[in-house]
């Protein structure tokens, strides 16, 4: 079945430092990926999207994203973080039955040092 | 451009009630999501509607949880009766693509606490 993981439950960076959060996918074909974040009482919003093309991808907020097929994952980068980060970041992918069915991840919570 | 909107925000309940939540998608998308968000874990998909059909609703428990898509526009998700593992945020979310071509966009979600 498809699936998205998330090694990483709890994260925490100083301020300024560089971040990496990490996620790995299962699927047979090319994936459709994404990351969501999630401020505390808030909904999620997307930070960037990859579909094809460069394996690099740029989102909002200063966020980037690597799609390595040999690796099947999809890490997210900030070169430094802002006391603003903390969040809850949320890697996603469609269905491998439906593939307008999104799938989460379980989500990594970036915590940021003063 | 007006977001997604849910009521209530929060609600509390015992155990064996009832309860409904609302959500209006953003105006012209066709596609309408429930998702349940268990405390400390990713966004799980109840129900996916486009249009005013159900395109997936195999993660819904039928037995207790049942949602519609008046017109194709707004949508309820209702839950009869409440059980304790049923204490959730309940997120509506809408795309105009579908999921996997598309972004998904959100609303700040129905906190359901069930004493």
Known sequence: ?????????????????????????SYGATPYLFWYVQSPGQGLQLLLKYFSGD??????????????????SFNLRKPSVHWSDAAEYFCAAPGYSSASKII??????????? | EAGVAQSPRYKIIEKRQSVAFW???????????????ILGQGPKLLIQFQNNGVVDDSQLPKDRFSAERLKGVDSTLKIQPAKLEDSAVYLCASSSKGGNTGELFFGEGSRLTVL
């Open chain 1, 104 to 114: 989460f991840g379980s989500g990594t919570r970036l915590s940021i040092r003063p």
């Open chain 2, 23 to 37: 959500c209006n998608p953003i105006s012209g998308h066709a596609t309408l999501y429930w998702y349940q968000q």
């Open chain 1, 1 to 25: 079945a498809q699936s998205v993981t998330q090694p990483d439950i709890h994260i925490t960076v100083s301020e300024g430092a560089s971040l990496e959060l990490r996620c790995n996918y």
């Open chain 1, 55 to 72: 394996t690099l991808v740029q989102g909002i907020k200063g966020f980037e994203a690597e799609f390595k097929r040999s690796q099947s």
